[in-house]
């Protein structure tokens, strides 16, 4: 039989998904656009010694910055972490290894990794030492370039201004940041959103992530959805 709530679930039902040393992506640029209940679910359960992938390392109890000052992650792929000073002092005592990505080049490696690309090429960073160190050069037309891996994970946690029970999300402003990419590159991808309609609801020109991309949808606390099959 069909669940007649589509891809909609509570937190409980899905925290089997997360395990002590598995590859999370998430959403959300210094907190913002940052999936709280997921994250707090995650600091319950214990889960530790995690890789994380995203903009940053958010503020120390805000975002994502929660999981890594409690030394939950021994491994950030991330374009900075200046907002989060414990994240800096994890990496300068070798408590937590920091891979940097130039913004743009973070994005578009998410990007590949959601689109099925392996790597892609960018001469961005090839004279700085802390984004070039160890990465292959590839020579085309003349010109070298760096070959930047995609980046997929285990999961994927964004967060969403609306869905319906298909997936299918719209993003509120500056909080749409990564989430879309992020969506894209998880091979299990949870989205927290703070309002559920029913189908029909969402003009297809107004969806930005389409439900494909979507395995579960969490509502955020407070968030009435049983009614949204009607």
């Known amino acids: 039989m069909e669940n007649p709530f589509g891809k909609i679930t509570t937190i409980e039902k899905v925290m089997d998904l997360f395990h ?4 999370l992506m998430f959403g959300g640029f210094g907190g913002v656009g940052s999936p709280p209940s997921l994250i707090d679910a995650i600091l319950e359960k214990g889960i530790r010694d995690l890789t994380l992938i995203g903009n940053d390392t958010g503020f120390p109890h805000i975002g994502i ?3 890594v000052s409690q030394e939950r992650a021994v491994k950030v792929i991330a374009s900075h972490i200046g907002s989060n000073p414990i994240a800096g002092r994890l ?7 920091v891979e940097f990505s130039p913004q743009g080049i973070l994005a578009e490696r998410i990007r590949a990794g959601g689109v099925g690309l392996p790597a892609i090429l960018t001469d961005i960073g090839m004279d700085v030492e802390m984004v ?5 050069l590839f020579h085309l037309n003349g010109r070298d ?6 980046l997929t994970a285990e999961v994927s946690i964004v967060y969403a201004k609306k869905s319906d029970p298909y997936g299918n999300l719209i993003y509120d402003k500056s909080a749409r940041n990564t989430n879309p990419l992020v969506a894209m590159a998880g091979n299990v991808t949870i989205v ?13 020109d107004e969806i930005i992530t389409p439900g494909v991309f979507v395995d579960y949808v969490i509502p955020s606390k407070g968030v009435n959805w049983k009614w949204a099959w009607e």
């Open 65 to 67: 910055g929660k999981i």
């Open 145 to 150: 370039y760096l070959i930047e891996t995609a």
């Open 192 to 204: 927290e959103v703070e309002e559920i309609v029913p189908l029909g609801c969402l003009q297809p």
């Open 132 to 136: 070039s160190k160890n990465k292959p």
């Open 20 to 23: 002590d040393g598995m590859t």
């Open 91 to 97: 990496m300068h005592e070798g408590k937590m290894e």
